[in-house]
């Protein structure tokens, strides 16, 4: 067959198909878009996690306090030099004066301030933040290993514990989502086995007048690839409208998390889904009118 | 060409629905199979088809041998030949047009290719101006000629029509039958598969009688000889 023309055939074939069953390929675009649905709002809470613990992460800082000899412009200087290590996202200069006033502040009063402004034992520090929490004994070390830090401060345990906390909840994400995953696949499978065996007498006429499986499969794969690529498309709009519309502002009364914007990984949802929606269909149709052509 | 020797059918091991046929059927010819219930027409259409492959003996059918028939050569067996079904076995939700096409569609003709050859066989089974019309909306005789006009459309070797009258009244019988006769005076040959003594004793054409699986009779002359 000339390939441009049964290319159209095929298309042309496998949307007429679809309206003319739209029944039993509403049903089956309804099953896949549904677990779509559950899978994307997972992943967007899933990301929501995920970024609430990144979040609560980062406020594990490290703190340096410098040697005393070091003076009011070189310890600001110093700042630039901590910039330029590995793993830093950013340094805040606390000066001796501005310790002495937070540290006479949480004990109450501006007693303590007064008393020892003219001698200050504060030393200049830094608040660090670092990049990749899971370095921050290296990055710990390298600070220790430099001549001007007289201490460091870094809650190690912390973050090894907050660590593991993040890595736990990424498998268990993972394997939901592969979960659900294999449950869609079983859901779909089966609606698209009795939409296959609704049209099982079609696919015998089409092999008594001479079609070969893979024609016939080509018809039955274009149909489910239609089938992938609209249960997809549904599904991400479901899953905009619920997410924006009804889960952020519902759960942002919990203040303790934070929400990964829609507008910023609306792409790759939208891409995931179209690719995962083909591979569905076409996949699953494949399996499914294999016992529909030993004819 | 149908060639067959020996032919036997066992179903289940001991269910016996052919017995050593012997048959040969020329091109051009026109032969009724006939016989009762249970006589083993059925199953003989399916070895012909290549829908089931015999227990015993040999069997050709247009150069196709159908023992040890591939997968793969199947399709092109079948697309030597056109078969029409008592039920007319018509797509419901594809046209008149759609489903004679499909008939050629697969063997990769290009459109206009299927367009000429569909429009050409509508012509013979004169329902050309009722192509774009679905299956239901025509009557049980115009469905049967569809069902013809597809077994017609790749310009087969051969045609095998089983029970082609089973559902139609006497003028649609005689009808179809005519047009049956008129394909095979183009050269087509025609295997007519039924138990209905009358369009056979109303054509005096070969007839092969089958019973429990054997061929009694084969000869002109009517059901009975």
């Not at chain 1, 005393?68 to 950013?90: C, H, P, Q, R, W």
């Amino acid at each position: 067959m000339k390939k441009s023309s049964s290319l159209r055939y095929f298309l042309k074939d496998g949307a007429s198909n679809f309206r003319l069953h739209r029944v039993m390929t509403t049903a089956s675009v309804m099953m896949l878009a549904a677990c779509f649905l559950v899978i994307g709002i997972f992943l967007m809470i899933f990301m929501d996690i995920n970024l609430t613990i990144d979040k609560v992460g980062m406020q594990n800082e490290i703190v340096i306090f410098l040697q005393d000899y070091v003076d009011d412009a070189s310890a600001e200087d110093f700042g630039y030099t901590l910039k330029e290590m590995e793993n830093i996202e950013s340094v805040t200069f606390v000066s001796r004066d501005e310790g002495l006033r937070d540290f006479s502040e949480n004990l109450g009063g501006d007693d303590i301030y007064n008393s020892y402004a003219d001698d200050n034992p504060i030393r200049h520090s830094y608040r660090i933040i670092v990049k990749d929490l899971s370095l921050i004994e290296n990055t710990r070390d390298a600070l220790i290993a430099m001549p001007k830090i007289a201490r460091v401060r870094a809650s190690i345990d912390t973050v090894k514990a907050f660590l593991k906390f993040r890595n736990v909840a990424t498998f268990i994400g993972v394997a939901l989502v592969a979960i659900l995953a294999m449950i869609a696949a079983v859901v779909v499978s089966n609606t698209i086995r009795l939409t296959t065996f609704a049209r099982r007498e079609e696919i015998a006429i089409m092999k008594m007048v001479g079609a070969t499986n893979r024609f016939i499969r080509a018809s039955f794969l274009v149909e489910g690839g239609i089938i992938g690529l609209l249960a997809a498309s549904v599904a991400y709009v479901l899953l905009f409208v619920l997410y924006e519309f009804l889960l952020v502002p519902e759960l942002s009364l919990v203040s303790l998390i934070s929400f990964v914007e829609f507008g910023a990984v609306w792409h790759i949802f939208l891409a995931v889904f179209l690719l995962a929606g083909l591979f569905y269909g076409i996949v699953i149709s494949f399996f499914t009118i294999k016992k529909y052509l030993r004819v | 060409m149908i060639e067959l020797t020996g032919v036997s059918k066992t179903y289940n091991g001991y269910i016996k629905a052919l017995r050593s046929v012997d048959l040969r059927v020329e091109d051009g010819e026109f032969v009724f199979i006939v016989g009762p219930s249970g006589a083993g027409k059925s199953t003989l259409l399916k070895i012909l088809t290549a829908e089931i492959e015999p227990t015993d003996g040999a069997a050709f059918v247009n150069g196709y041998s159908l023992v040890g028939l591939k997968a793969a050569d199947k399709p092109l067996l079948r697309r030597t030949m056109g078969v029409v079904f008592q039920d007319f076995r018509l797509i419901d939700k594809k046209t008149v047009f759609e489903n004679i096409a499909l008939a050629i569609r697969v063997t990769g003709a290009g459109n206009r290719e299927i367009r000429d050859k569909v429009n050409s066989v509508l012509n013979i089974v004169g329902l050309a101006h009722k192509s774009k019309r679905k299956p239901a909306e025509l009557s049980g005789g115009e469905q049967q000629r569809v069902a013809i006009a597809r077994a017609l459309v790749n310009s087969p070797k051969l045609i095998i029509a089983d029970e082609p009258t089973g559902n139609l009244d006497p003028e649609r019988t005689q009808e179809t039958m005519r047009l049956f006769n008129q394909i095979n005076r183009m050269g087509t040959t025609v295997v007519v598969i039924t138990h209905e003594k009358s369009i056979v004793n109303d054509m005096a054409k070969r007839v092969v009688y089958l019973e429990n699986g054997c061929i009694l009779r084969d000869g002109t002359g009517g059901y009975n000889q």
